[in-house]
């Protein structure tokens, strides 16, 4: 059920869809933040072995 929004309607949705767009947004950039930072340790582990 929605509800009745009258003249607020345009700004209250466009308030829901930025909130989700950033939201969205934060966890794109975590993810993507997360497998750098893992190709980055996968690096450093490699050269340590390189020098045992």
Known sequence: ?????????GAVLSSYGL?????????ILSL?????????LAEIE???KKHD
């Open 19 to 27: 909130s989700l767009a950033l939201m969205a947004g934060l966890v």
């Open 46 to 48: 490699a050269r340590g």
């Open 32 to 40: 993507w933040r997360g497998a750098r930072v893992r190709r980055q």
């Open 1 to 9: 059920m929605i509800p009745e929004l009258g003249k607020y309607a």
